[in-house]
């Protein structure tokens, strides 16, 4: 279970995200709908630990991150891997900081995602479709306990979509708490059993 409790995060004077509280349970797939500039990211990013919170708490199962250590996967919009390698050159260093994914899941994640193990293409060569099934199997590569994704469908296709949305189905199933962030209606309505409107 993961409680967020009159989360704040502020810059200067500027407040990004204001008492926000929530509370997400495993299993389940979770909507976030908002208009641009609205906080969805950087309640992501607090969320994943990449931002630390002005005030307010997140509990992890009733402990806050440090005891918790969370397992956590992050897609976030507009992030992006290192051009001169490959995809799973570029997976195998992300895996090394925490050792949580062999090889062998590295691999299983980016052929889940639709792309090749194999392929000695570098990251700067990808289209952007690729780009984003790439950063997808990086996100469910340690089969995270919370998977957070920030407009996972953008710039792919069809089939790619229906491929997006049977994996987010196949992570909550194994347990996880999937949040997703996403402009696209069809998206939030097909998948999700509750959806917070940030303002």
């Given at each position: ?13 500027q407040t990004v995200i204001s008492d926000i509280s929530m509370t997400l349970v495993s299993g389940k797939i979770y909507g976030l709908v ?166």
């Amino acid at each position: 279970m993961l409680e967020i409790e009159n989360l704040t995060k502020t810059f200067g004077t500027q407040t990004v995200i204001s008492d926000i509280s929530m509370t997400l349970v495993s299993g389940k797939i979770y909507g976030l709908v908002g208009r641009n500039g609205s906080g969805k990211t950087m309640l992501m990013r607090v969320i994943a630990g990449l931002v630390s919170p002005s005030s307010g708490q997140l509990l992890f199962d009733g402990k806050n991150r440090v005891d918790a250590d969370p397992n956590i996967g992050i897609m976030i919009e507009n992030a992006s891997l290192y051009p001169e390698l490959s995809g799973r050159e570029n997976l195998r260093l992300l895996a090394s900081i925490r050792k949580r994914a062999t090889n062998e899941e590295i691999d299983q994640a980016i052929r889940r995602v639709g792309l090749e193990p194999e392929d000695k293409r570098t990251f700067r060569k990808y289209s952007l479709g690729m780009k984003q099934r790439l950063m997808l199997a990086q996100a469910i590569m340690e089969q995270p306990e919370v998977l957070l994704l920030d407009e996972p469908t953008n710039a792919i296709d069809r089939k790619g979509v229906e491929l997006v949305h049977q994996i987010m189905n196949e992570e909550a199933q194994r347990g996880a708490i999937v949040l997703l962030a996403s402009h696209v209606d069809y998206d939030i309505r097909s998948l999700c059993s509750r959806v917070f409107l940030i303002e």
